[in-house]
């Protein structure tokens, strides 16, 4: 099984939706990212969560929600999806510093389009 | 505001060449990089990483290089072969409580 595994893979949804995008780990991290990837600009990062307790907001947090449900499990909602967010989504996690290696393990992503 | 970015958007290699990619990046207190490689269809991964306190990291085929003076990181790729075709992309953060800054990426094409 996969260390992060992201759900849906593909999804396709009508503007206006809402739709959740879930996120789940076995690597034990403290520390989980989402992220969105468009064509030429990289990875932005949404949301964060350093603990179960702790929730901040990225540089595009914006038509986002997010939901640290266990330590293991990391979900981000759109509560009202419109298509320039179409996207690919990625989630990360990460150890805190000084437990583990520093870089961040990432899932296979959810393809997602707003029509 | 402050940012990593790359050099070149896309780069075009001989099979068995070497190649570089390079990223320049502007925190001056930027502590930690990181270099993944993202192949179609799946999420990225990691290929090496270095701290501000070295110039030098070697890995499997692969080297990454610091210049603090001029902020550049560099990743060579010893030997390209087919399979290090892929976007590859640098990221940095200042400390280990702020998320890592991801660079616009570099395609690489290995032509065999």
């Known amino acids: 099984d996969a260390d992060v595994t992201q759900t849906p893979r593909n999804r396709i949804t009508k503007t206006g939706k809402r739709i959740m995008l879930e996120c789940s780990q076995t690597?034990?991290?403290?520390?989980m990212y989402w992220y969105r990837q468009d064509p030429g600009l990289g990875l932005r990062l949404i949301y964060y969560?350093?603990?179960?307790?702790?929730?901040n907001k990225g540089e595009i947090s914006d038509g986002y929600s997010v939901s640290r449900q266990a330590q293991a499990k990391f979900s981000l909602s759109l509560e009202s999806a419109i298509p320039n967010q179409t996207a690919l989504y990625f989630c990360?996690?990460?150890?805190?510093?000084?437990?583990?290696?520093?870089?961040?393990?990432f899932g296979s992503g959810t393809r997602l389009t707003v029509v | 505001g402050e940012s990593v970015g790359l050099h070149l958007p896309t780069l075009s290699v001989q099979e068995g060449d070497n190649s570089i990619i390079n990223c320049a990046y502007s925190?001056?207190?930027?502590?930690?990089f990181i270099w993944y490689k993202q192949e179609s269809g799946k999420g990225p991964q990691f290929i090496i990483d270095?701290?501000?306190?070295?110039d030098k990291r070697q890995g499997q085929r692969v080297t990454v290089l610091l210049n603090k003076t001029v902020k550049h990181l560099s990743l060579q790729i010893a030997a390209t072969q087919p399979g290090d075709s892929a976007v590859y992309f640098c990221?940095?953060?200042?400390?280990?409580?702020?998320?890592?800054?991801f660079g616009k990426g570099t395609r690489l094409s290995v032509i065999a």
């Open positions: 969560s350093f603990d179960v307790k702790d929730i």
């Open positions: 690597k034990g991290h403290d520390r």
């Open positions: 270095i701290r501000s306190n070295m």
């Open positions: 925190n001056s207190a930027s502590d930690y």
């Open positions: 990221a940095e953060n200042t400390d280990g409580n702020t998320p890592l800054v």
């Open positions: 990360a996690t990460s150890a805190r510093p000084g437990q583990g290696p520093d870089g961040y393990t």
